[in-house]
């Protein structure tokens, strides 16, 4: 397998213009907004994903390595970000194309200043139905305790945490920062306080560094009022130095918990889970896979990015913290959306080129994922936003 580890480099400054998209002249009509838009392999684009920094108060390993994302590291500089305006503005010409839920990402979308601010702005938009938009954050917790019962104010209306382990020992080495578990544990009580619901919680499982946490994760969220998920350890961009020896596959997470204890096993949650299909490895029906306690007592979810994609359910699209547009998580170039949104370009233009980047999309990486592993060109999650 070690002709698999990509290399650590930091390759962003590679990222070259895609074809370019071209405004429809003056006497065409253009492609109109009407909600619906569809892709080559018949995606309709429904989630934004919207990067609000590409900075982090932690370094998780598999994410930020600190070798890379270290003092001489170029962040981008505060002019080149989007202003909340400037994303209120895109965010609606979305909207008025089908995207019905928007994630505040990042980086750590939390250190971006006055983000309740920008909450409140998106929480104002309406789908072309009249009704708003599924407002959600990922998080890796640490300022939620601070920032929880603000964002619910302003319109949010839930939080995915992202939190590797319990044991302070592994937590520290996964995120490189020094933050104990106990502080994105309080991040979770505000946050359910607040009522940010449902909260989801993203544990990454990094085989041989936190897969002995999979259990002790299982055991205190089972019964509580937040949905455990399971991630598969992904090759996203350059810097992880990704190994698929370290990809714990969902189906072994599975197996895992229901072999822990009586009280523990596991039975798919609806329909969309065939425990064969899951065993089997040949079932990609959405993102999580949902999966119910036996007993009761609550569920848990895997995200089988690497074993089971989900390729062909895919309706997402990434804006980053530059106003770069993104059609895939492992993109290597972007539209630059901002020229468009400083440049005098008319909404009905703006509007006309999201459409034409739709039609032509035609990504599927994950599905194509063993011939291209080595690819070196790929944008890091921390900028496009995981
Ligand atoms: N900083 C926030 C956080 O950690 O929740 C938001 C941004 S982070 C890039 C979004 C999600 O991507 C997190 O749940 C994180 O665990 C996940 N992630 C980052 N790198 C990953 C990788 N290589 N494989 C799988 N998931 C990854
Ligand atoms: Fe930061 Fe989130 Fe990446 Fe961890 S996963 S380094 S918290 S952006
Ligand atoms: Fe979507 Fe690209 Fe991920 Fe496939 S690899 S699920 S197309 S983001």
Known sequence: ????????????????????????????????????????????????????????????????????????????????????????????????????????????????????????????????????????????????????????????????????????????????????ASDILHGLDAAHKAGLEPIKINMVVKAGMNDQQIIPMARHFKGSPFILRFIEYMDVGNSNGWNLNEVMPSRDVIKLISGSAPDMQLIPADSNTDIANIINNNINEATAQRWKYRDGSGEIGVISSVTQTFCHTCSRLRLSTEGKLYTCLFASAGHDMRQWLRNGTADEQISDMIAQLWHQRSDRYSELRSSQTTRPDKIEMSYIGG
């Open 1 to 180: 397998m070690s002709d698999r580890i990509i290399p650590i480099i930091d390759l962003r400054a590679l990222n070259t213009a895609s074809a370019p998209l071209a405004p429809s002249s003056n006497d065409s009509d253009g492609t109109k907004a009407n909600g619906v838009l569809s892709d080559t392999l018949h995606r309709p684009l429904h989630d934004l994903r919207i990067s609000v920094t590409d900075r982090c108060n932690f370094r998780c390993v598999y994410c930020m390595p600190r070798q890379i994302f270290n003092k001489n590291y170029a962040f981008l500089p505060h002019p080149s970000l989007l202003t909340f305006e400037e994303i209120t503005r895109a965010a609606k010409l979305f909207a008025a194309h089908g995207v019905h839920k928007i994630r505040l990402t990042g980086g750590e979308p939390l250190l971006r200043k006055d983000l309740h601010k920008l909450v409140g702005m998106l929480s104002n938009i309406r789908t072309p139905a009249g009704t708003p938009l599924d407002l959600t954050l990922t998080t890796n917790g640490a300022l939620l305790a601070k920032k929880a019962q603000l964002l619910k104010d302003a319109g949010l209306n839930r939080v995915t945490v992202s939190l590797d382990a319990l044991d302070d020992g592994i937590f520290k080495r996964m995120n490189d920062a020094n933050f104990s």
